[in-house]
């Protein structure tokens, strides 16, 4: 449990299968290891987009796309009226 064990552990072994599989420790920490160095590298992309949306204004598909004609958007078929 996760009282007494790490935090996190639930003891239900790898990909919750109830420690039916063998646990291998050393691919346990590499694990581990990427799962800490993703968090922090997502931590600081967000912290990124914060800091540019305050600055620049803006982020995402708007600031480097294309402007999409005002019928993209529309339902139903466009038809050209000068045909």
Request: proline share 7%; no cysteine; net charge positive.
């Amino acid at each position: 449990t996760s009282a007494t064990g790490e935090p996190g552990n639930y003891g239900l072994g790898w990909i919750g299968a109830f420690n039916k599989l063998k646990p291998i420790p050393v691919l346990r920490q590499r694990k581990l290891n990427a799962e800490l160095a993703n968090g922090r590298l997502a931590m600081t992309a967000i912290l990124a987009m914060f800091f540019q949306n305050g600055t620049v204004g803006s982020t995402g598909p708007e600031m480097w796309s294309a402007q999409i004609p005002e019928y993209a958007n529309t339902v139903g078929d466009f038809v050209p009226k000068n045909v």
